[in-house]
């Protein structure tokens, strides 16, 4: 039960956490009564003002004692589920959702978000049904319209994407979220200037890094780069612009002037999150020096923690520095016990210098505390096959695993060839830069802007649909196997979570790498240039040998030639990269990552 004044204080924390001011939400609470501290309300809002402070793992406990409490409150599950959400935990957010909209069908704030997670996990089926219930509830309203236009986005429905979503902004032009899903929306479908003009003048710095971006999309890039440069002007510390730009200046031949974008603005009193992409642009391009510089610097002013160490700790190892590294990451574990991000750079230097043992147990670890952590993985897939351990074969089966497929032909086509010539002619016109992304792999080559299939286009829609479909098929011939990084998460089903295309030149190729975001990752051959056919293994793709810098001579495990039309599935944790060619054609691919479902 809460007094008069419990509920004040509850009433007050509520409109400091719409103000965003979760630390004042907290002190109210804090001055509650006892008695009122059980209460499901303030369990409800310390988890919400939790949240807002950044401190996660208090947060489930607290929603779940406000849902032990009040089982049967919708708002406490939807609150919930969008938390869960945030966390990645996309099957677990949906199940809360379910929950809430079975117990209050008529909650139509439940039925939307469940509609929204649906489609983002790609069942758009499902999300479908979901967002019926959300419009007979609340038809024709702005949050309605917009996911309506989304999902119908996702389904290739332009013209009825463009006409929910510019009802959505009609009934609410000051919805800036709405002018910029509509204005993104439009880019997709190519139409780009509809998309601009959709944005308006509005004086707001997202709508203007978006204004960049998309003529940047458009492939105007002189025009992007000058937008860039009025948004650092206008609102110099609007992270978003100042790390597009960046990652933006090296595809265009301009690699020396990325960080330029950031040396003026941290010379100001930037806030920590400018710090954190500076950081993250120096770490892009390799550039160990001044990330080591910069990472001192934002130590020096805001504190000793994990984030600046390990800042430092990247870039002693891209200046070669692996002995003094390893040093240090042993003394920063002991500051830090939980962070595992330590631990993982441990087992990489660990191994950099020969300590097998002390990097097994490293990445052991983070195995156990974060099972689906790739890196991890990847480590102990090297680890155990210099130690002949046999768990490298459990791990990793290169016969079984590594799966290859011809696509299925799409609808619509009578044949392969035809399919992969009108694809080759969309995703040329796509690579719009000179060089590839600074923080990517790939070496001589180019690679698209954005989500690939974020699109309406029927090609790349049909490239997207024949890919699940042929995923499927492969997925069909494996087991669940509990307990294992791959095999443990099986469900048959898989949904997109990233997509590209890449264009090799003439010795152009991809390093060894893995993809941590992933649990399945894959290459899919569009053209390829007529010397591969002659010429052995130039061009191929290689599993097992894993990143240069740890010094490691270790053949492939296994090797598979390209073919036009073929498609490569496998573990994102293994180990891959591409052998170069010689040629004056280039090597086209798209690919995907892709968790389960």
């Not at 008529?106 to 479908?128: K, P, Y």
């Amino acid at each position: 039960m809460m007094n008069a004044t419990d509920m004040s204080l509850c009433q007050q924390a509520l409109s400091f956490l719409k103000a965003g001011q979760p630390a004042q939400a907290g002190a109210s609470l804090a001055r509650l009564s006892p008695a009122a501290q059980q209460h499901p309300d303030a369990f409800y809002l310390a988890a919400l003002a939790c949240e807002g402070l950044g401190r996660t793992t208090d947060v489930e406990p607290l929603f779940v004692a406000a849902i032990e409490r009040a089982p049967r409150n919708p708002v406490y599950k939807n609150s919930y589920a969008l938390f869960l959400s945030r966390q990645g935990l996309g099957a677990e957010a949906i199940a809360a959702l379910e929950s809430a909209v079975e117990m209050a069908p008529d909650h139509g704030e439940a039925w939307l978000n469940l509609a929204l997670l649906r489609q983002e996990r790609g069942d758009l089926s499902e999300a479908a049904k979901a967002l019926a219930r959300a419009e007979a509830l609340a038809p024709d309203t702005p949050r309605v319209l917009a996911a309506a236009g989304a999902l119908a986005q996702a389904q290739g429905d332009c013209p009825r994407a463009r006409a929910a979503l510019m009802k959505a902004v009609k009934q609410a032009p000051s919805d800036l979220a709405a002018v910029l899903r509509l204005a993104k929306a439009l880019g997709q479908q190519g139409d780009f200037t509809a998309a601009l003009a959709a944005l308006g003048s509005a004086d707001d710095p997202q709508l203007a890094t978006t204004r960049a971006d998309l003529l940047a999309d458009a492939g105007r890039m002189e025009e992007a780069e000058a937008a860039y440069r009025a948004v650092a002007t206008r609102w110099p510390h609007h992270t978003e612009a100042l790390t597009s730009h960046a990652f933006l200046l090296p595809q265009l031949g301009q690699r020396s002037a990325a960080l330029d974008v950031f040396r003026a603005v941290l010379a100001d009193d930037a806030p920590a999150q400018v710090w954190r992409a500076a950081l993250a642009a120096a770490r892009g391009i390799n550039d160990g020096a001044t990330l080591l510089a910069w990472a001192t610097e934002a130590e020096q002013k805001f504190g000793p923690t994990a984030e600046w160490r390990l800042a430092r700790l990247t870039a002693l190892r891209l200046q070669e520095r692996y002995s003094e590294a390893l040093v240090e990451v042993r003394t920063e574990q002991v500051r830090f016990p939980g962070e595992t991000a330590l631990a993982n750079h441990r087992a990489w230097l660990a191994l950099r210098n020969g300590e097998l043992d002390e990097a097994e147990t490293a990445a052991l670890a983070v195995s156990r505390a974060t099972p689906l952590d790739q890196t991890a993985w990847s480590l102990l897939s090297i680890i155990w096959r210099l130690k002949n351990d046999t768990r490298e074969s459990w791990l990793i089966d290169y016969d079984k695993l590594v799966m290859t497929r011809d696509l299925v032909v799409p609808t619509g086509w009578s044949n392969l060839t035809t399919f992969l010539s009108d694809l080759k002619s969309v995703l040329e016109q796509r690579h719009t830069t000179l060089n590839a992304p600074p923080e990517q792999t790939l070496r001589g080559g180019t690679q698209t802007r954005g989500e690939l299939f974020a699109t309406t286009d029927p090609v790349l829609l049909a490239l997207r649909d024949s890919l699940g479909t042929t995923l499927e098929g492969c997925l069909a011939g494996l087991s669940h196997q509990a307990g294992h990084p791959f095999l443990g998460r099986l469900t048959g089903k898989a949904r997109l979570a990233g997509s590209w295309s890449v264009r090799l030149q003439g010795l152009g190729h991809h390093v060894n790498h893995i993809h941590p975001q992933g649990w399945l990752s894959s290459a899919f051959y569009v053209a390829l240039p007529p010397e591969m056919d002659a010429d052995g293994d130039a061009g191929s793709l290689t599993f097992g040998s894993p990143d240069a810098g740890l010094g490691l001579s270790l053949v492939a495990r296994r090797v598979v030639r390209p073919s036009a039309g073929k498609l490569t599935i496998f573990p994102s944790y293994v180990w891959h990269g591409t052998l170069p060619f010689q040629s004056t054609s280039s090597r086209l691919t798209a690919a995907f990552d892709a968790l389960p479902v």
